[in-house]
C-alpha cells in the first residue's frame, strides 16, 4: 500500500478539493453587527501601538530612502510575484477566462517586465485582479462569520481568516520560498519587504483614518466594504450596499450620523483639517 508521504503535492491539495465539492454557491449576505467589538478594540489598540513604534518608522525610513520610480517597482514586483495567489482561486471559482488573464499578466511582466518590477501588462491592456482564498469561500457560500481584529495582522473575519494559511501554505511564492529555504533567516526578507510596501503606501491615505471619529469604526467598515466589493467585482447589487451601510434600517437617521462627525470635528480641528 503506497504511503501518503509519496504523494506530497496531492495530500496538499486534498483538503482543497474536498471543500470545494461540498460547497455551495450563493453568496451569504453580509454582516454589519460587531459581537467582538470589545476584543477588537483592544486588539486595534495593539496594534496601532506596534505600528507607531516599530513598523511605521520602517516605512518611512523605506520612503525616505527611495524614490516614487522605485517604489512603484518593488510594488510592480510583489504584485506580480504573488499573482499566482489570485490565478489559483480564479481556478477554485471556475473563472478560467479571469484565470487566463492573470496568468498572461503574470507571465509578461515576469519576461518583458524584468522579473516583473515593470508593468508593461497594464500597457497591453491584461486587467490587473487581485483574488484570495477568501473571495473564494464567499463565492463557495460561506457565511462571512463575526468581524476579528488580529493582533499584529489587521482586520479579517470568520471567513477571511482561512485566506492567510490556505493562500500561504499552497499557493504564495514568496511563504513557499521561505519555508523551503534556510539562509539564516534571510530567507524571510523578501515577505518583510513585501509588508514595508504596503505599509508605505498606506502612509499617503493615513489623513483619512486621522479625520475619522472613530478610526476603528472607519477601519471596520472600510474593510468590509472592500471585501465586498472584491467579492462581487466591483459591482455588488444595491440592496446588498443599502444593507452594509444600514440604509435598509427603520431606525438609521442620518442626520445622527452627521452630529457625531461634526461634534468629533469641534473636538479635533486640528485632526478634522488634515488632508491625505
Sequence with gaps: MPSPLRFPLLSRWLPVLAIALLAGCTIAKPRTDDPLEKYNRGAYKF?????????????????????????RSFSDFFTNIRMPVTVANDLLQARPKQALQSTGRFLVNLTLGIGGFFDPASQLGLPLEDN????????????EGDYLMLPLLGPSTVRDIWQRPVDSYFFDPLTLFANNHHYNGLQYMPQMMYLVTIRSRAIDAEGFLQSAYDPYVFIRDAYRQQRLYK?????????????????????????ELLDQQHQWESKHPGKATQQP
Excluded: C, H, S
Design 47 to 71: 496594534n496601532d501601538a506596534v505600528d507607531k513604534a516599530v513598523i511605521r518608522p520602517v516605512a518611512l525610513g523605506y520612503r525616505k530612502v527611495t524614490n516614487p520610480p522605485v517604489r
Design 132 to 143: 484570495d482564498f477568501g473571495v473564494t469561500l464567499a463565492r463557495w457560500g460561506a457565511p
Design 231 to 255: 467579492i462581487y467585482d466591483g459591482n455588488p447589487p444595491v440592496e446588498i450596499i443599502q444593507q452594509m451601510q444600514g440604509l435598509d434600517e427603520q431606525n438609521f437617521d442620518p442626520e
